[in-house]
């Protein structure tokens, strides 16, 4: 679980979409080490759980440069990982794709009376979505998370602070200026 949540965290992903990743999703060994997303699990009544060849939408295919901690423990699990024939980097003991909805029970079941039971896997995408935001821009957020708009990143994922900016510096030109035209 806690490499799930680890690699969350290092790409922003949606939680079907960190399940659904095969290790010829993955560069490792590149100048860059990244991970292509280009599916998501899905479980239907009738079909089981399976992986759908592409994700949510079209601009959530994409390819996410991972930051030195994720690069190194996917390969540490690659290193020890039992061979499936999904090629999934998180299978399960039987060698098949994990259903969301029992991951998201696991995590339930983890922050259960740590004071934390407000952290949810989507969680982890709001805080990638708002440390990118806050270091860099809303776009370069938007498109870490896969979002066609930056307005849906910018309304639903980055974090509004609870205070705003300091502009104090910029609005004493308003005195600065009120004292020049009373002087007159």
């Given at each position: 679980?806690?490499?799930?949540?680890?690699?969350?965290?290092?790409?922003?992903?949606?939680?079907?979409?960190?399940?659904?990743?095969?290790?010829?999703?993955?560069?490792?060994?590149?100048?860059?080490?990244?991970?292509?997303?280009?599916?998501?699990?899905?479980?239907?009544?009738?079909?089981?759980?399976?992986?759908?060849?592409?994700?949510?939408?079209?601009?959530?295919?994409?390819?996410?440069?991972?930051?030195?901690?994720?690069?190194?423990?996917?390969?540490?699990?690659r290193e020890f990982a039992t061979p499936n024939e999904n090629d999934a980097v998180f299978a399960t003991r039987n060698g098949t794709w994990h259903?969301?909805?029992?991951?998201?029970?696991?995590?339930?079941?983890?922050?259960?009376?740590?004071?934390?039971?407000?952290?949810?896997?989507?969680?982890?995408?709001?805080?990638?979505?708002?440390?990118?935001?806050?270091?860099?821009?809303?776009?370069?957020?938007?498109?870490?998370?896969g979002h066609s708009s930056t307005q849906v990143t910018r309304d639903h994922y980055i974090a509004k602070p609870p205070v705003s900016a300091d502009?104090?510096?910029?609005?004493?030109?308003?005195?600065?200026?009120?004292?020049?035209?009373?002087?007159?």
């Amino acid at each position: 679980m806690a490499d799930i949540i680890d690699l969350m965290l290092a790409t922003g992903c949606r939680i079907g979409e960190i399940l659904a990743v095969r290790w010829n999703d993955l560069d490792l060994d590149g100048d860059l080490p990244t991970l292509s997303v280009s599916g998501t699990i899905k479980t239907e009544t009738g079909k089981g759980t399976y992986r759908k060849a592409t994700p949510k939408t079209d601009t959530s295919r994409r390819t996410v440069v991972l930051p030195r901690f994720a690069a190194d423990l996917l390969r540490v699990r690659r290193e020890f990982a039992t061979p499936n024939e999904n090629d999934a980097v998180f299978a399960t003991r039987n060698g098949t794709w994990h259903q969301v909805v029992n991951i998201e029970r696991r995590w339930r079941q983890i922050r259960k009376d740590t004071g934390y039971e407000w952290v949810t896997p989507h969680t982890f995408r709001k805080t990638v979505a708002t440390l990118i935001s806050e270091a860099t821009t809303s776009e370069l957020a938007s498109r870490r998370l896969g979002h066609s708009s930056t307005q849906v990143t910018r309304d639903h994922y980055i974090a509004k602070p609870p205070v705003s900016a300091d502009l104090s510096e910029l609005l004493e030109r308003l005195a600065e200026n009120d004292d020049t035209n009373s002087d007159s």
